[in-house]
């Protein structure tokens, strides 16, 4: 079992914490720090197996520290551990000194326990505990060594184990060993790419393996943004029992029980929703779209509640619950009106490979699969229309607990994520401007705006979007309702705007940015500031539509206007158009991207970089008047 791994996940509310190699839980607070400001010169980690799964790990660490960065980061260590499974004892903790002499932590004043820290917007309780130890007296040039041991007390899935470590190429690794010791008769699935086996012996019943890790002669490399998971990309050991993934999905549903049986009232509920509609499909999606606006999402894993949901009818009692809860409510409600569904872990977040040895710890989300209609769905989400994932939860490998099979969840492309916007502006004789505006949003693009404007005060909204695109002024939004998830999202604007043209002239007028949620300028952006990156990231493929009417003051006299812009490269084409008429100006941009993975190389953006460069220069492009 992984330490601190909590399974359910919501993209608004799951903590964004890298995770690293070391075992232990890193926080924001300290993510300033580049790995030349810090190597790591051991990282010794044993772990022994016994014939019911139970895991004792032990791991031995130093940390040389060469700048104030990193000794912010690690002159104090957090150890995340859940007691209602696992013992944690700190055995040695120390400062190493440039010179050579040794200060010991004092285990009395210098190791602090604490719960873990949870999330407001959508609450999670759990049993996962971090205990933290501050290294005394450090300095630059100074190395910490922390030893400690790991218990498991119980299991998650009886008889089952599974551990996983990742050796992010972004981290310095002088010397890292793991050693896995398992009875001889245990067969063990795994996965060690990257490392080199140092010693497969089999003695006294017991079969021992050990691998080691170094990084690369040429060195870390940089971080970099949107990175997919280290086990995607980097080195990483993945050891378990489990023979396959579709035994991790029989385990999951056996540990889960029939928690979805339908009960009288979830049965009257399901007719009450469905009543009068004749449509299989429709009733799923009333059904859908009744729990994603109705329940809550809260976290709850306390013991067994890290794999095991409540029942359909204390869930739908309290209208509260996380993604197991969430999936068990909508299959008893679907169970009621004979609609078959079954339960999908994939990961939520930046996972989107499986390792070859099957690994539990890559899964923290649970999602149903509607076989009868080809659809994923997770209501979770709550503003998400009927067959509509978040990014976050798109192109995901999806383990179906029912049938074992691997299936595979559609990534963003322009079917189902679309942004267009369509503003009118009047300048002024100052260069102030009326402007009236309207957005509409599909499918995954609308998903976090329904959310924010649902969840938040419009004047925010307002302030919060003049401010990040830089303007000044005043402005106000209408917006359809968030809740109606099978039409558009639209939200119409009006305002006014400070100074955003020069006048009188001569002079010149590029489109500022205005509000709006898809900016074709990002992508622009992206894929030129890391078209040459080592790892592979995220990328997204909403199809994005601007238009923009410019009305300038009959006293000025439009001189120029950019010529029209078509470009193809692969799988990205983007077109503009400029006319004007009677001193208007009108200015249509399409990004399409037909994107059939959300993952890209750098590589990848490197083909792109064509087009990116075409795209980012006629964004720059201005009307010229005097």
Same mark, same amino acid.
Request: hydrophobic share 40%.
């Given at each position: 079992?992984?330490?601190?791994?909590?399974?359910?996940?919501?993209?608004?509310?799951?903590?964004?914490?890298?995770?690293?190699?070391?075992?232990?839980?890193?926080?924001?607070?300290?993510?300033?720090?580049?790995?030349?400001?810090?190597?790591?010169?051991?990282?010794?980690?044993?772990?022994?197996?016994?014939?019911?799964?139970?895991?004792?790990?032990?791991?031995?660490?130093?940390?040389?520290?060469?700048?104030?960065?990193?000794?912010?980061?690690?002159?104090?260590?957090?150890?995340?551990?859940?007691?209602?499974?696992?013992?944690?004892?700190?055995?040695?903790?120390?400062?190493?000194?440039?010179?050579?002499?040794?200060?010991?932590?004092?285990?009395?004043?210098?190791?602090?326990?604490?719960?873990?820290?949870?999330?407001?917007?959508?609450?999670?309780?759990?049993?996962?505990?971090?205990?933290?130890?501050?290294?005394?007296?450090?300095?630059?040039?100074?190395?910490?060594?922390?030893?400690?041991?790991?218990?498991?007390?119980?299991?998650?899935?009886?008889?089952?184990?599974?551990?996983?470590?990742?050796?992010?190429?972004?981290?310095?690794?002088?010397?890292?060993?793991?050693?896995?010791?398992?009875?001889?008769?245990?067969?063990?699935?795994?996965?060690? !790419?990257? @490392?080199? #086996?140092?010693?497969?012996?089999?003695? /006294?019943?017991?079969?021992?393996?050990?691998?080691? +890790? &170094?990084? *690369?002669?040429?060195?870390?490399?940089?971080?970099?943004?949107?990175?997919?998971?280290?086990?995607?990309?980097?080195?990483?050991?993945?050891?378990?029992?489990?023979?396959?993934?579709?035994?991790?999905?029989?385990?999951?549903?056996?540990?889960?029980?029939?928690?979805?049986?339908?009960?009288?009232?979830?049965?009257?509920?399901?007719?009450?929703?469905?009543?009068?509609?004749?449509?299989?499909?429709?009733?799923?999606?009333?059904?859908?779209?009744?729990?994603?606006?109705?329940?809550?999402?809260?976290?709850?894993?306390?013991?067994?509640?890290?794999?095991?949901?409540?029942?359909?009818?204390?869930?739908?009692?309290?209208?509260?619950?996380?993604?197991?809860?969430?999936?068990?409510?909508?299959? !008893?409600? @679907?169970? #009621?009106?004979?609609?078959?569904?079954? /339960?999908?872990?994939?990961?939520?977040?930046?996972? +989107? &490979?499986? *390792?070859?040895?099957?690994?539990?710890?890559?899964?923290?989300?649970?999602?149903?699969?509607?076989?009868?209609?080809?659809?994923?769905?997770?209501?979770?989400?709550?503003?998400?229309?009927?067959?509509?994932?978040?990014?976050?939860?798109?192109?995901?490998?999806?383990?179906?607990?029912?049938?074992?099979?691997?299936?595979?969840?559609?990534?963003?492309?322009?079917?189902?994520?679309?942004?267009?916007?369509?503003?009118?502006?009047?300048?002024?004789?100052?260069?102030?401007?009326?402007?009236?505006?309207?957005?509409?949003?599909?499918?995954?693009?609308?998903?976090?705006?329904?959310?924010?404007?649902?969840?938040?005060?419009?004047?925010?909204?307002?302030?919060?979007?003049?401010?990040?695109?830089?303007?000044?002024?005043?402005?106000?939004?209408?917006?359809?309702?968030?809740?109606?998830?099978?039409?558009?999202?639209?939200?119409?604007?009006?305002?006014?705007?400070?100074?955003?043209?020069?006048?009188?002239?001569?002079?010149?007028?590029?489109?500022?940015?205005?509000?709006?949620?898809?900016?074709?300028?990002?992508?622009?952006?992206?894929?030129?500031?890391?078209?040459?990156?080592?790892?592979?990231?995220?990328?997204?493929?909403?199809?994005?539509?601007?238009?923009?009417?410019?009305?300038?003051?009959?006293?000025?006299?439009?001189?120029?206007?950019?010529?029209?812009?078509?470009?193809?490269?692969?799988?990205?084409?983007?077109?503009?158009?400029?006319?004007?008429?009677?001193?208007?100006?009108?200015?249509?941009?399409?990004?399409?991207?037909?994107?059939?993975?959300?993952?890209?190389?750098?590589?990848?953006?490197?083909?792109?970089?064509?087009?990116?460069?075409?795209?980012?220069?006629?964004?720059?492009?201005?009307?010229?008047?005097?």
């Amino acid at each position: 079992m992984k330490i601190g791994h909590r399974f359910c996940g919501n993209e608004q509310s799951r903590l964004k914490a890298l995770r690293f190699a070391l075992p232990a839980l890193m926080f924001p607070w300290a993510l300033a720090c580049q790995a030349s400001d810090y190597q790591i010169s051991q990282y010794d980690r044993v772990v022994k197996v016994d014939d019911v799964g139970h895991a004792v790990t032990s791991v031995t660490l130093k940390i040389v520290l060469s700048s104030d960065a990193a000794l912010q980061r690690f002159s104090q260590y957090v150890l995340a551990y859940n007691p209602d499974f696992q013992t944690l004892s700190i055995d040695a903790a120390e400062t190493i000194h440039a010179d050579g002499t040794h200060v010991a932590a004092d285990a009395r004043t210098a190791v602090f326990d604490r719960a873990a820290p949870v999330t407001i917007s959508a609450p999670q309780f759990s049993s996962e505990h971090l205990r933290i130890v501050a290294f005394p007296a450090t300095a630059r040039g100074d190395t910490v060594m922390l030893s400690y041991t790991l218990s498991d007390i119980d299991t998650v899935f009886p008889g089952k184990f599974t551990d996983q470590v990742v050796y992010p190429l972004t981290e310095d690794y002088r010397d890292a060993s793991v050693t896995l010791d398992t009875p001889a008769a245990m067969p063990v699935m795994i996965d060690a !790419a990257g @490392l080199q #086996a140092q010693e497969d012996t089999v003695t /006294s019943g017991r079969h021992v393996r050990r691998y080691r +890790y &170094r990084t *690369p002669s040429g060195g870390p490399v940089a971080q970099q943004a949107n990175v997919l998971a280290g086990i995607d990309v980097g080195p990483h050991f993945v050891a378990t029992n489990f023979h396959d993934y579709a035994e991790i999905g029989q385990s999951y549903r056996v540990r889960s029980g029939e928690q979805n049986a339908p009960s009288a009232t979830v049965q009257q509920l399901a007719e009450k929703l469905t009543e009068g509609v004749s449509s299989r499909r429709e009733q799923a999606q009333r059904i859908y779209e009744w729990v994603s606006r109705n329940v809550r999402y809260v976290g709850v894993y306390i013991g067994t509640g890290t794999v095991v949901p409540r029942s359909a009818d204390v869930i739908l009692n309290d209208r509260y619950g996380d993604c197991k809860d969430h999936v068990t409510l909508f299959s !008893a409600l @679907l169970k #009621a009106r004979h609609i078959d569904s079954d /339960s999908v872990l994939i990961n939520l977040g930046n996972g +989107y &490979r499986l *390792p070859s040895a099957p690994d539990w710890n890559v899964f923290n989300h649970v999602i149903t699969w509607l076989p009868e209609f080809g659809v994923f769905a997770d209501t979770t989400s709550g503003f998400a229309p009927f067959g509509t994932l978040s990014f976050d939860a798109s192109d995901k490998p999806a383990v179906d607990t029912s049938t074992g099979a691997i299936l595979h969840t559609p990534p963003q492309n322009a079917a189902n994520s679309r942004s267009s916007i369509d503003y009118e502006l009047a300048i002024d004789d100052s260069g102030n401007s009326d402007f009236k505006g309207s957005v509409e949003l599909l499918g995954q693009a609308g998903i976090n705006a329904r959310r924010t404007f649902s969840q938040t005060p419009v004047s925010q909204i307002e302030y919060e979007l003049l401010s990040r695109n830089g303007l000044t002024g005043t402005l106000h939004f209408n917006r359809s309702d968030p809740g109606e998830l099978e039409k558009p999202f639209l939200v119409s604007m009006q305002g006014n705007l400070n100074q955003i043209a020069i006048m009188p002239g001569p002079a010149a007028l590029a489109m500022p940015r205005l509000p709006n949620y898809g900016s074709i300028q990002s992508f622009a952006d992206l894929v030129l500031q890391q078209r040459n990156r080592p790892l592979e990231g995220t990328c997204a493929g909403t199809r994005l539509s601007e238009r923009y009417n410019v009305k300038f003051p009959h006293q000025a006299r439009i001189m120029a206007i950019p010529p029209d812009v078509a470009e193809n490269e692969g799988d990205i084409s983007y077109r503009s158009s400029y006319r004007e008429h009677n001193h208007v100006v009108e200015i249509s941009r399409v990004l399409e991207r037909r994107l059939t993975s959300n993952v890209c190389s750098g590589a990848k953006l490197a083909e792109w970089a064509g087009i990116a460069g075409v795209i980012s220069k006629d964004l720059k492009r201005q009307v010229l008047y005097k």
